[in-house]
């Protein structure tokens, strides 16, 4: 089948100027977010990483106390509560981490879906290079070594079980 080869329609120059400028405009706001990541990132990590240690200790315990009191118990209700909200505070840091690695992953089909091939030979090149970038996905960590998602968040209520029934288990 022979397909007719048909020009591309380009836009004025003043629509592709604009274009070129939103695009900018686009680069300049994901540098801040990239440098602000990496303040956050500098100044949270230990203190997020100590968070994580000291509630997944504290996850643990609530579950084993819990485990020893029945459920007609005052005192089971208060620990229960506890454990809850720990669980929540760590979600909240994991959930939020997630959304930004998330919304990092979109940037370049976002940037690929757009109007671009009948566009001038530099927004392809900036479009290409922002692309490249944004392979490295953009993370917050826990202590630099985990990344903070919504798997970590299950990764650490794991652990948390694991070492409740080690202890359960081990009287």
Known sequence: MNVPNVPLV?????????I????????????????????????????????????LVVFCTCL??????????PK??????YLVAVEIQIYIYCY???????????VPLSIYESDW???????KRSMLITMTRMRKP?????????????STFVT???ASYSFFAVLKNSN
Do not use: H, W
């Not at 089971?76 to 509560?81: A, Y």
């Not at 953009?138 to 919504?150: D, E, M, V």
């Open 10 to 18: 380009k836009d004025p120059p003043e629509i592709e100027a604009e």
């Open 20 to 55: 070129m400028k939103e695009l900018k405009s686009c680069m300049r706001s994901l540098q801040v977010i990239f440098n602000m990541c990496e303040k956050l990132e500098s100044i949270f990590t230990y203190i997020t990483l100590g968070q994580v240690l000291i509630s």
């Open 64 to 73: 084993y106390l819990t485990s020893t009191l029945s459920l007609s118990d």
């Open 76 to 81: 089971f209700f208060v620990e229960f509560i």
């Open 96 to 106: 939020f981490g997630n959304k930004v690695t998330l919304r990092g992953e979109d």
């Open 117 to 123: 091939f009948a566009l001038s030979e530099d927004y």
């Open 138 to 150: 953009i993370y917050l960590t826990i202590g630099k070594f985990s990344p903070l998602t919504l």
């Open 156 to 158: 650490i209520g794991r």
